[in-house]
């Protein structure tokens, strides 16, 4: 019961770091880099930048976690998708640059301390969960998912020189 409760609290805390403290964070470096302007938005939208930038931390943090660079892949050509006529304006080009890479890099740092943290005090979840999903072990995919060089197109079993 203790491991359970134990495994909740280090999951929220890590959830709570991603969303409401990377927002914190997020607009102390606009406000140290001096782009508090870029904080401020749309008059529409007051809060889309926050709620975009926890989804987007969350997705990049589930990314990490589970290995799949795919989904981190996604939500940068997404963001650049969304934001690409708006990056003709040098001052939101910087914004949307300042603001992504933070974000990135605070969803990379709180995932691989919620990842070491995991695996050596708490109840090692991720290693379970891809247990449960049907990953053998922690390096590589199941047996059926792996190619192996023999299946791969145009292959041919390497000649090895008999010995004199």
Same mark, same amino acid.
């Given at each position: +019961? +203790?491991? %359970?409760?134990h495994a909740g609290a280090y999951c929220g805390i $890590? *959830?709570? $770091? *991603?969303?409401? *403290?990377g927002n914190i964070a997020c607009r102390l470096l606009f406000w140290a880099t001096g782009s508090q302007q870029a904080i401020l938005g749309p008059a529409g939208l007051p809060h889309a930048g926050k709620v975009i930038g926890a989804l987007e931390r969350l997705l990049v943090g589930a990314g990490v976690i589970v290995q799949s660079w795919e989904i981190i892949a996604a939500v940068v050509a997404l963001k650049t998708i969304a934001r690409f006529k708006e990056l003709d304006n040098q %001052?939101? $080009?910087?914004?949307f640059l300042i603001g992504s890479l933070f974000s990135l890099a605070w969803a990379v740092a709180v995932s691989g301390g919620w990842l070491a943290y995991d695996h050596r005090? =708490?109840?090692?979840l991720r290693y379970k969960g891809a247990q449960l999903v049907g990953f053998k072990d922690r390096q590589s995919p199941p047996q059926s998912l792996r190619v192996q060089p023999s299946q791969m197109p =145009?292959?041919? $079993?390497p000649t090895v020189p008999a010995p004199k």
């Open positions: +019961m +203790m491991q %359970i409760v $890590a *959830l709570l $770091a *991603l969303t409401w *403290l %001052i939101k $080009a910087e914004y005090f =708490g109840a090692d =145009g292959h041919t $079993a």
